[in-house]
């Protein structure tokens, strides 16, 4: 699948002088680059989707980060009490010490929590992480894709998040 980056802050430059970092984040794109046509197909006929594409991308990236060792679906705080009182803080993905990966297919007015999270992750403070990360990536759509893969109206956009 193609996709295109975005490097705010110098993260991409920093990242890639990291050893660590700079394996996990090729690990990354390589698993996004190998989501071929096929498999979207296949998959999407395999899961039942629905209307677009996003449950698909989902599985595929789920199931192929998992194998490489990632974290599926972990809570950002390590207190147990916080985390069982909402799943809204919990990270997609992570890949500690270095990523944490937000895949944003949804409403664009939960852009800001799709962006705080990997910072709540990535910042040094006094409270305290189940994983404490260096980088946040956001996996999202452009509106190429938005209308191609029959997502809905509402759902945030690479530039959308990009112009934030």
């Given at each position: 699948?193609?996709?295109?980056e975005h490097s705010h802050r110098y993260g991409k430059e920093i990242i890639s002088e990291m050893d660590g970092a700079a394996q996990k984040y090729n690990e990354l794109c390589s698993v996004l680059e190998n989501i071929s046509e096929l498999d979207l197909i296949n998959t999407f006929q ?119």
């Amino acid at each position: 699948m193609d996709f295109i980056e975005h490097s705010h802050r110098y993260g991409k430059e920093i990242i890639s002088e990291m050893d660590g970092a700079a394996q996990k984040y090729n690990e990354l794109c390589s698993v996004l680059e190998n989501i071929s046509e096929l498999d979207l197909i296949n998959t999407f006929q395999k899961i039942n989707s629905g209307k677009s594409i996003a449950r698909t991308i989902n599985f595929l990236i789920k199931n192929r980060l998992t194998e490489l060792g990632w974290e599926s679906e972990s809570p950002i705080f390590k207190d147990k009490a916080v985390n069982a009182s909402t799943k809204d803080w919990r990270l997609d993905f992570v890949s500690s010490p270095y990523f944490s990966v937000e895949v944003a297919f949804n409403h664009s007015s939960a852009t800001t929590v799709n962006l705080m999270k990997p910072v709540l992750a990535s910042e040094l403070n006094h409270v305290e992480k189940k994983f404490q990360t260096r980088f946040g990536i956001i996996i999202t759509v452009t509106k190429e894709m938005k209308r191609l893969g029959g997502f809905d109206n509402a759902i945030g956009t690479f530039e959308g998040y990009r112009a934030m």
